[in-house]
């Protein structure tokens, strides 16, 4: 159930869903071990100027996701200080009715244009 972000002269992005509930705004994925799974990808085209990602991540209502998430930062933190390519990634519980929240917009990608061209 990944959704993913990526330049390539311009954003490009997708959602997938096993189990979307309701009538999804997707189409199916004809994937044949997955018959639920819906796909929703397409590209911004902003031409040739420079952009870049925001990326905005609620602090959890939970003080031990609190600190699980300090933690997970911290090392990513020194993942990219020590790193010269690769990826960092970590967990954050989702919160949901039944799991510390509903937190509208818990995790938020945008793109803009970069700091230096504005």
């Known amino acids: ?30 994937k044949p071990s997955k018959p639920n799974r819906h796909h929703q990808s397409g590209v911004d085209d902003f031409g040739s100027a420079a952009y870049e990602f925001v990326v905005s991540i609620k602090i959890p209502n939970d003080v031990n996701a609190r600190r699980e998430l300090a933690s997970a930062l911290g090392a990513a933190t020194r993942q990219v200080e020590n790193a010269g390519g690769g990826a960092i990634s970590f967990t954050l519980p989702v919160e949901d009715k039944d799991h510390g929240g509903p937190t509208k917009d818990q995790i938020l990608i945008d793109w803009r244009p970069a700091a230096s061209v504005v």
């Open 1 to 30: 159930m990944p959704g993913g972000f990526s330049g390539n002269g311009s954003v490009e992005w997708f959602v997938d869903a096993d189990n979307p509930r309701g009538e999804p705004v997707s189409k199916k994925d004809p």
